[in-house]
């Protein structure tokens, strides 16, 4: 697995284009926006699919170490009507602003979660879609066009944790064996997932209280509890996609992460 030593953006640019030209990704012709979400209630429902599905009981095993704590944080979130805020596709949780994950961030102890869902992997992934591996090989012609790509190889190389996301209890169990593991790190979460997945899960975000930033994803998303769980399966015939304005600005919080790592 390769990664860009030295990182530059238009280097990085002008490869993908030439990448472009000898091999184009097979995009979809239509890409529509976002459809509205066409559940109701789903906060509950997603609590209630997070406990149903932990198959392993990753996460039941770290809540019953404190259960009184986790509980009360979580009621109190369920009780708010929304589990974060929001500016355009940025969902902050526990946090008011970028502005506030850049200066998290530069905590000597800060600890990076940054998160990319499969279903925006190109579908000729040499990875494969449905999968926690991605080589992000800057000289393979599907990665260099691919965004997870350059973001990943956008990263500091320290401090930072980029993971592959293929489900809801990889990422949520992920967190809180960190949490576990290094209780003397600040932990923080930069991930991208539909908006279903991002309205569902806030409030596990808002219990274990890790600070961290949802991107919302474009394209063919989920907007039923029936295509999440397909999805979730590896059922995922669509794209989803970072819009361009919200790559930028990614990316410019990475470059802040790289300024912050140095």
């Known amino acids: 697995m390769s990664k860009l030593k030295i990182w530059n953006e ?91 994950f850049i200066q998290l961030a530069n905590h000597p102890q800060a600890l990076i979660v940054v998160g990319f869902s ?11 879609r449905f999968s926690t591996e991605c080589i992000h090989d800057p000289e393979h012609p599907v990665c260099r066009q ?25 990422i949520g169990g992920t967190l809180l064996e960190l949490q576990d593991q290094h209780p003397d790190k600040k932990l923080l979460f930069l ?24 991107v919302r994803l474009d394209g063919r998303i989920c907007n039923t509890m029936r295509a999440f769980d397909l999805s979730e399966k590896g059922i995922k015939p669509g794209l989803t996609i970072v819009r361009e304005e919200t790559q930028s600005r990614m990316l410019e919080l990475i470059a802040a992460l790289r300024d912050a790592k140095k």
């Open 10 to 100: 238009e280097e990085w640019d002008r490869g993908a284009k030439k990448c472009a030209q000898k091999l184009p990704l097979k995009v979809p012709r239509h890409m529509p926006n976002m459809i509205p979400i066409a559940e109701s209630g789903i906060k509950w429902k997603g609590l209630v699919y997070l406990i149903r599905h932990d198959k392993e009981k990753i996460i039941k095993r770290y809540l019953l170490k404190h259960p009184l704590r986790y509980a009360t944080r979580l009621l109190a979130s369920l009780c708010k009507k929304k589990s974060y805020t929001r500016d355009r596709d940025f969902f902050f949780y526990n946090l008011k602003d970028a502005t506030e």
């Open 118 to 128: 499969y279903c925006h992997k190109p579908l000729e992934c040499p990875s494969g």
């Open 146 to 170: 691919c965004f997870i790509g350059k973001a990943v190889n956008a990263l500091p190389e320290k401090a930072v944790i980029p993971l592959f996301i293929t489900t809801i209890h990889y």
């Open 191 to 214: 991930i991208t997932a539909c908006e279903m997945t991002l309205e569902m899960f806030g409030d596990f975000g808002n219990m274990i209280r890790v600070p961290g930033i949802g």
